[in-house]
């Protein structure tokens, strides 16, 4: 299928990453499999503690060539950089593909969380998006997933068997709404081949779900 994008980098749009417990790690090993001339911008919601500062961008910019900072209200997602949720905000996208951060209500007891940035983002870039899930303990990210592939997005969810904490993808999974079921280490080398190719075949099947 031909995707197309809104905002001027192409076919794509946007990287969508989705993480929790265990999900610094999971990002770490990502990102540092992605080169810093990615063609779109990455956006992270990642399961926060709320009451202290956070670390995450210090961490992650250790591991990745790519630029990683904590998104801010109102700014335009560049190439090659790496948005992060701040704590206690969710990160969403404007239609305009503008971000915006948001103190609404916590879904699946987190603030950030995946499906507010994923339901936003299909909104606004609809099929340029690659929504991604990670290692957590929750059922965060399944209702975004479904947005994401009702807009006609990519789903990539991290094999349950490599995760260190199976609730997110597992929940996605069960979705049947996902594209591609990987261990960690074969998202990035993925995400790199459909940036830029993005008219390869549909995945074989086994990197399908199981039904």
């Not at 990455?42 to 995450?56: G, K, P, Y």
């Not at 969710?90 to 948001?102: K, S």
């Not at 006609?152 to 597992?170: L, N, R, S, Y």
Request: charged share 20%; net charge negative; glycine share 10%.
């Amino acid at each position: 299928m031909q995707h197309s994008s809104r905002d001027g980098h192409g076919p794509w749009s946007a990287v969508l990453v989705a993480a929790s417990a265990g999900g610094i790690q999971g990002l770490g090993t990502l990102l540092g499999g992605l080169r810093g001339d990615l063609p779109v911008p990455v956006l992270v919601a990642q399961h926060l503690n709320r009451t202290r500062e956070t670390r995450i961008v210090h961490i992650l910019q250790r591991a990745t060539s790519l630029t990683v900072k904590l998104a801010q209200d109102s700014e335009s997602p560049q190439a090659g950089t790496v948005y992060v949720a701040p704590p206690d905000q969710h990160l969403c996208v404007r239609d305009d593909g503008t971000l915006f951060l948001t103190r609404e209500d916590r879904v699946n007891y987190a603030r950030p969380a995946a499906d507010p940035l994923f339901e936003s983002a299909a909104k606004a870039y609809g099929p340029g998006i690659i929504a991604c899930v990670l290692t957590g303990a929750d059922g965060d990210g399944a209702r975004g997933v479904e947005a994401v592939k009702d807009h006609d997005g990519t789903v990539i969810v991290q094999d349950p068997e490599t995760a260190e904490f199976q609730g997110m993808p597992k929940a996605a999974i069960g979705t049947g709404q996902v594209d591609y079921v990987l261990p960690l280490a074969a998202i990035a080398p993925t995400l790199t081949r459909l940036l830029r190719h993005p008219t390869d075949e549909p995945p074989a099947p086994d990197q399908r779900p199981q039904t």
